[in-house]
């Protein structure tokens, strides 16, 4: 089964860019790698998802390697709102409609 | 557009009592539905998904179930609780296809 890894914690500095690693070297060929966040105690927000090429929105921006193994979100300028868990996600198997979270990256914004 | 309403948004209940969480989604038909469970500090654990009315997939063993009585309806329960029962409960939908997910805002559930 496909899965993902990342980083438990990160702090980042406000009105800097963070930058979120993700590892999912088992993903299969047509899988999109989804990013979501979890404010406490809120349900998790969709931020950005992508393939293969690189992509932004007014949330982030992601950034995927040419293998697809690993991807990295952006988020050019943190805020302290930005304080959440990060997780980085993919479909479990092709034709199946799971997705496996894991503890994802908790980043604190700093003021 | 679509919407997702999960309720209540915090609920007590005793060891050994019954529970009935709602999940509910508007503006869409026939999408895909899940359960997860967050222990507190941890992951989310995927606990049943449903692509129809009555189709269930348990992930885990335990001591819930799941039912889908109506295409947009989705319902958690158990008949007699455990402490280890406790935990925030999410609910998600996704359209036939699996583009990520929508979720609910969430049930914090203490068993005392």
């Known amino acids: 089964d496909a899965k993902t890894t990342q980083p438990p914690s990160m702090d980042c500095a406000e009105g800097r860019a963070a930058n979120l690693p993700c590892n999912h070297s088992t993903i299969s060929g047509n899988e999109y790698v989804y990013w979501y966040r979890q404010i406490h105690s809120q349900g998790p927000q969709y931020i950005i998802h992508g393939l293969k090429n690189n992509e932004t929105n007014e949330m982030a921006s992601l950034i995927i390697t040419e293998d697809r193994k690993s991807s990295t979100l952006i988020l050019p300028h943190a805020t302290l709102r930005d304080t959440a868990v990060y997780y980085c996600i993919v479909r479990v198997a092709p034709g199946t409609y799971k997705y496996i979270f894991g503890t994802g990256t908790r980043l604190k914004v700093l003021a | 557009s679509q919407t997702i309403h999960q309720w209540p948004a915090t609920l007590v209940q005793p060891v050994g009592s019954p529970l009935s969480l709602e999940c509910t989604v508007e503006g869409t038909s026939n999408p895909n539905l899940y359960w997860y469970r967050q222990a507190a500090g941890r992951g989310l654990q995927l606990l049943f998904y449903?692509?129809?009315?009555?189709?269930i997939s348990s992930e885990v063993p335990q001591n819930l179930s799941a039912s889908r009585p109506q295409d947009r309806q989705f319902i958690l329960s158990s008949k007699k609780l455990l402490l280890s029962d406790s935990g925030f409960y999410l609910c998600a939908w996704s359209q036939k296809g699996g583009y990520g997910y929508t979720f609910g805002s969430g049930t914090r559930l203490t068993v005392v």
């Open positions: 449903s692509v129809g009315i009555g189709q």
